[in-house]
């Protein structure tokens, strides 16, 4: 079974030839530039570039595999979340190709392989948490099995990513602001501002980013922004951040643990996966609590193909299953 996947949700242009021995023939990732000059991805932008960037690493894609298009068995596009017009760019493209060669359309949601990524390259044991860290999403999810995934927090206002980016543009760093924040955090001293931490006492699983945001920018208006203000805010707002991420994810075990479900380990997915300082954290918590921590592979972490393609060959292809429909939550 070999599968040809788009994704194209946000900023990231992105194809995938895999079989279903996880064998990658090809899988090219396209970050978008344009949107640098903004501080955030433009959605006109994205959707304009997509068109002219995505039949041209398809072509590529199938060059470099030594693959034919003919020999594809399953065409599989990112169908949602994500931002409407870069999201029909990309399916409109897939479902064309796999009209053309008379073969299935797959639509596959985006979160849902974002959380089953760390599945490619680990073997987790079921149930497990899975902490979702991206630019539009901060979630922590219950996974029964392959299958069964449900919510059981989430942000109520900004993603962790999303925060990081908008820190990121006060303190007049580049985009994406997740990266930078992490270098310049490594000088800095993460006890030097106390920001505040919303919804830490609330007995939900629910976070809350926004008002740290805000708290920074009341700050950077008070203070000259050097380089050592920059380093000291920054390494104080990843401090925050792991904070936050650690508490919740101890009061999920916790929760789940009076409804007699057991944890053995938890998956950190997502474009904020590849910070280190907050991997380390969460690696640190997860020790004290004798618990196993998974990610995915490095091309798996931020927004790309190679997973829309692993979700489309661990899906179950009944005709019910493989349409786009959002994860329910589990309320506990
Ligand atoms: O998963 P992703 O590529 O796209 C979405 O589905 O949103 O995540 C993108 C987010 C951006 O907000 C970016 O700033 C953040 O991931 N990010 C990071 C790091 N690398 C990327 N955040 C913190 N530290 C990083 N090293
Ligand atoms: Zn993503």
Redesign the pocket.
């Known amino acids: 079974m070999l599968v040809f996947a788009v994704e194209t ?2 900023d ?1 242009t992105s194809v995938c030839i895999m079989d279903q021995n996880k064998k990658i023939y090809s899988h090219i990732i396209f970050s978008q530039e344009i949107h640098k000059q903004f501080g955030g991805v433009v959605p006109e932008l994205a959707s304009r570039a997509h068109l002219d960037i995505l039949q041209k690493i398809t072509a590529i894609a199938f060059r470099d595999s030594g693959k034919k298009i003919g020999e594809i068995d399953f065409f599989a596009a990112t169908c949602g979340p994500g931002l409407i017009g870069p999201l029909l760019i990309g399916t409109t493209f897939t479902k064309s190709l796999a009209i053309g060669c008379k073969k299935p359309f797959i639509p596959i949601n ?1 979160i849902e392989s ?1 959380v089953l990524s760390t599945t490619y390259n680990n073997s987790l044991t079921y149930p497990h948490l899975s902490l979702l ?5 901060t979630q922590i999810y219950l996974v029964d099995n392959k299958k069964n995934i449900s919510l059981l927090g989430e942000s109520v206002d900004d ?4 925060t ?2 908008k820190v990121a543009k006060i303190l007049n760093l580049n985009y ?4 930078e ?2 270098r310049c955090a490594k000088e800095g001293n993460e006890l030097f501002f106390e920001l505040p931490i919303p919804v830490i006492k609330n007995k939900n699983l629910n976070m809350s980013f926004s008002g740290i945001k805000t708290a920074v920018n009341i700050i950077a208006k008070k203070n000259i922004i050097n380089e050592k203000f920059i380093a000291d805010i920054c390494a104080s707002f990843q401090l925050c951040i792991s904070k936050i991420l650690i508490e919740k994810l101890s009061k999920s075990i916790e929760s789940l643990k009076k409804q007699s479900i057991e944890i053995d380990s938890i998956s950190v997915v ?3 996966s ?2 280190k300082y ?1 991997s380390k954290k969460i690696n640190d918590f997860a020790n004290s609590k004798k618990l196993k921590v998974f990610f995915p592979i490095k091309e798996m ?3 790309n193909a190679a997973m829309i393609a692993w979700n489309c060959i661990v899906k179950d292809k009944k005709l019910e299953n493989i349409f786009f429909k959002p994860l329910p939550r589990l309320i506990i």
């Open positions: 949700s946000c990231e985006h974002h860290l991206t630019g539009g999403h993603a962790v990513g999303e990081f980016d994406p602001g997740g990266p924040i992490e997502g474009g904020v590849n910070n907050i972490m931020s927004d």
